[in-house]
């Protein structure tokens, strides 16, 4: 497993494309973030460990294989998180979901949390972290943070867009855990937003502006 893997799938990037555009509306946005999702957790999912099982078919009994192991746990962070986990969630149905809020303190500019709803079993399943910007990576820092906190080892970070500097400050801070993402722009402006980027994702996803 690669510490950071860029999906360079073609269907991958000519969604990132659509969405990186300024005139796409809102609906198109949101289906985009979905699907995109639906192609990088294909990616995030490839090494998954197997057992094999005894199935009969309608012809004849075989050995099969199926995914090893406790359900996976989607971590969305709020609320950009949830156009990704969505998408997730359409290709692993049965995944448990936790839920992160964290919003930036104006002041000392630190994530801190509001919100935190996770299963109560989350330490020993595979938790793989959704937020579709990985701009400072501090949100990122503060929800692998807390996850660690209750007991989880087996981590994973999955964006659409993120900055080299976020992609660094993560790997720095927790370097136990593996990104994927389509893209990796070159820097962020003066308000934390990455540039060319794609804008806002919570507002876009959600048209609130
Ligand atoms: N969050 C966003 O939604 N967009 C950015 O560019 C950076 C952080």
Known sequence: MQDVTVVSHPLV?????KMRDKTTSTKTFR???RETA???CYEVTRDLPMDEVQIETPVAATTAKEIAGKKLVFAPILRAGLGMADGMLDLVPSARVAHIGLYRDPESLEAVEYYFKAPQDIAGRLVIVVDPMLATGHS???AVSRLKAAGVTD???VCLLAAQV???????????VPIWTAAIDAELNDHGYIVPGLGDAGDR?????
């Open 31 to 33: 289906a985009l973030m």
């Open 166 to 176: 976020g992609v660094d400050n993560l790997r720095a801070a927790h370097p136990d």
């Open 140 to 142: 990122a820092i503060a």
């Open 155 to 157: 981590l994973r970070f």
């Open 38 to 40: 639906t192609l990088i």
């Open 205 to 209: 996803t959600f048209g609130t502006r």
């Open 13 to 17: 990037q000519h969604k990132l494309t």
